[in-house]
């Protein structure tokens, strides 16, 4: 980025850590911490991270970490800020960097020390990630220091050398105002990777060209090693992995056993047992001519396909397992940069659909989410008190949804979205799984960070869609919103509280003070009335204080209550603490029954707006299938019959849509049609909807 550009990214940086400290209650820094490793975890630097905030005398401080090394393979990663509060960019030198990355070096080694460890207060998050490291001691193999700053490196500063601790390697990654301008302006999600195969991993790779003259991308096959494979995996970890493929891969857990008895007991034969990996670059260097050369160097690898053999191999190289007779087959596709963005996902998505992946592994495009941002773009919500303009909760499908919206627009209509679309109503797929998984009794997997509780909602979502769509209607996405004005209200009331210690609790306290909310009221034999929430667009008084009652039993029970953890943070995500949160005694304030709803009325409630659901679903789907044309459902009636899976029906419903328009579908037949479709997608089948349909 040039000085202009850093300039100006540092403001909107800067105004976005004041406009989210404000907005939540929370301190500058704290704001400024939560921004930076959001932006992390989707760089695929960590899967989840912790608010530590702590500084000690010679040296030593911490200000978070990047989750249990036992669920990372091994990596302890410690976070440590360098936030200023100057509205012009300022630099980071060498020695201030120096100095930094010896503050979370010393909490590290104090940390291994039990005479340290006993002078913390047990309850703080302190003594918790403290204690984390000298029980996961043995099981950790690498350490990263993060520096978060928003200052400007230094030009002057080229590399920061890779130590050792103890056995382990330490590395150091840098993060400053110019690093993650460059990372947020891609929109790629996906920092740029340059790999020199020739230089620091092993050699150049031979391949072999496989495209045609008349494609836009090209394409090589070729057989990797092992070894070489999980060097550079090593270097760069999920980073490499597209992100479809990143949450796959953490979906899915542990190594797969196949792949890695096949590792270890007859490496010779890894070629022909595995399917290999298929991979992206925006752009190779080859040693001699594209045509059977060798590739020296690449650019933005990405594994598209092949996550789990990947990291099977990097577990391998871990244990110190002898790879030198395992090899690997790869697809590479080279793309163009300004081409990447719209199909390395979907290069991901029909390479993962061959093998079965579930459709919860593509979670931007499942109907769910479009759904979601339909009803977001065309319910308005009531008009709050003294105020006459309606508004919209505009749902982020994908990521830059909103920022592209309003890029797209005039000076003067801009000012009118932002009107009708105010950012405080905004929220993304992450957030909602945080506002609703409280709800359904899961504030443990909240309080796990948002990839993994997306995770486990995505997991629920799949089911629950697979056996009744309409479930997810317009009162479905009222109540969401209604969840998002609740949770956003409990942050500030947490934040205002005097026994509030920062420092990263309240992501724990909310989500367990909502889930006693909703314990309360199931106990009472009712439930929270949302949808009187969506209606006033605001907390009625009594529910504030039930929040707030709710928000002080669940701190006891995290932070001060017996629990089977010393790390309070790693206890929060355990379901036996959600199982100790049900016993709390709360005493809730008085007209405390004013906020339920009576089970025979959600019941009501949820027949009627499932029957509108369907009624609704089936004129989409008529809309959809006549749109799509008549040539498009004779590709998929040929694709059909030539994998012999059309029944008598199917085959009849296909034929009136391929004589379109001499006769139209009935809705009735248009949702056997997108079923059917879908039916032939989960079978390999590449024809798609351009508007995927809520069946």
């Not at 919500?381 to 309003?406: H, I, K, L, M, T």
């Not at 006549?626 to 498009?632: D, I, K, L, P, T």
Request: glycine share 6%; hydrophobic share 40%; with cysteine.
């Amino acid at each position: 980025m040039v000085d202009e550009d850093i300039a100006e990214f540092h403001e909107e940086f800067f105004q976005s850590i004041h406009v989210l400290a404000d907005s939540d209650g929370q301190y500058a820094e704290d704001a400024f911490f939560e921004l930076y490793c959001e932006q992390l975890v989707d760089a695929g630097e960590f899967a989840s991270f912790e608010r530590v905030a702590w500084a000690g005398t010679r040296g030593a401080r911490i200000d978070g970490y990047g989750g249990d090394p036992a669920e990372a393979g091994g990596t302890l990663s410690l976070i440590v800020c360098d936030f200023h509060q100057d509205r012009s960019v300022t630099s980071l030198t060498g020695t201030e960097l120096e100095a930094a990355l010896k503050r979370p070096a010393n909490f590290l080694k104090r940390s291994l020390d039990p005479v340290f460890r006993s002078q913390l207060e047990e309850t703080s998050p302190a003594f918790g990630l403290a204690d984390m490291i000298a029980a996961r001691w043995e099981r950790v193999n690498r350490i990263r220091l993060y520096v978060l700053s928003n200052r400007h490196l230094s030009s002057r500063v080229d590399s920061v050398p890779v130590v050792e601790f103890e056995g382990r390697t330490v590395s150091a990654s840098v993060w400053d105002l110019g690093r993650l301008g460059r990372y947020m302006a891609s929109g790629r999600g996906v920092e740029d990777i340059e790999i020199d195969l020739e230089e620091d991993f092993g050699g150049a790779l031979s391949v072999l060209p496989a495209h045609v003259t008349e494609a836009n991308y090209e394409s090589y096959l070729a057989v990797i090693p092992g070894q070489q494979l999980a060097d550079i995996y090593d270097r760069y970890g999920t980073r490499l992995l597209e992100q479809n493929v990143r949450v796959f891969l953490q979906a899915r857990g542990k190594v797969n056993r196949k792949i890695r008895d096949t590792i270890e007991h007859a490496p010779e034969m890894f070629f022909a047992y595995n399917n290999g990996i298929t991979a992206t670059a925006e752009g190779v260097t080859f040693v001699t001519g594209r045509e059977g050369g060798r590739v020296a160097r690449l650019r933005n690898l990405q594994i598209v396909n092949g996550g789990q053999t990947t990291a099977s191999l990097h577990a391998a190289l871990l244990k110190k397992t002898n790879l030198s007779r395992v090899h690997v087959q790869m697809k590479l596709s080279i793309i163009d940069p300004e081409l990447a963005a719209e199909i390395v996902p979907k290069i991901s998505e029909y390479a993962n659909s061959q093998n079965k992946v579930s459709t919860t592994d593509f979670f931007s495009n499942h109907p769910f989410h479009i759904r979601i941002e339909q009803f977001s773009r065309r319910v308005l919500a009531p008009s709050a008190d003294g105020v006459f303009r309606q508004s919209r909760w505009f749902y982020e499908r994908a990521r830059g949804q909103y920022q592209n919206a309003r890029s797209l627009l005039t000076v003067s209509k801009r000012k009118a979205f932002d009107l009708e679309n105010p950012k405080h109503q905004k929220f993304d797929k992450s957030e909602l799984a945080k506002f609703a998984m409280p709800w359904e009794g899961f504030p443990h997997f909240v309080a796990r960070g948002a990839q993994k509780n997306f995770i486990e909602f995505a997991k629920r979502i799949e089911t629950s869609w697979n056996t009744a769509s309409e479930n997810f209607n317009e009162d479905y996405f009222k109540r969401v919103a209604a969840m998002a004005m609740i949770f956003r209200e409990t942050e500030k009331i947490v934040s205002a509280q005097p026994w509030y210690t920062g420092g990263g609790t309240r992501a724990k306290i909310v989500p367990y003070a909502i889930f006693l909310l909703s314990e309360g009221a199931r106990v009472q034999g009712g439930e929270i009335d949302l949808l009187r929430v969506w209606k006033l667009q605001s907390l009625p008084e009594v529910l504030a204080k039930s929040l707030l009652v709710a928000s002080e039993a669940a701190n006891q029970v995290i932070y001060f209550d017996d629990a089977e953890q010393a790390n309070r943070a790693e206890y929060a995500k355990n379901q036996i603490c959600a199982a100790r949160a049900v016993k709390a005694k709360v005493e809730w304030p008085d007209r405390f029954d004013d906020l339920l709803i009576s089970a025979d009325e959600v019941k009501e409630q949820t027949k009627t707006a499932r029957k509108d659901q369907k009624v609704l679903s089936s004129i989409e789907a008529q809309a959809a299938v006549v749109n799509a044309g008549a040539e498009f459902w004779r590709d998929v009636s040929v694709w059909g019959q030539k994998h012999r899976m059309l029944s008598p029906r199917d085959a009849g419903v296909l034929a009136v849509a391929s004589g379109m328009p001499m006769r139209l579908p009935s809705e009735k037949q248009s949702v056997l049609l997108v079923k059917l479709l879908e039916k032939f997608q989960a079978e390999g089948c590449n024809l798609h909807l351009d508007t995927p349909i809520m069946s």
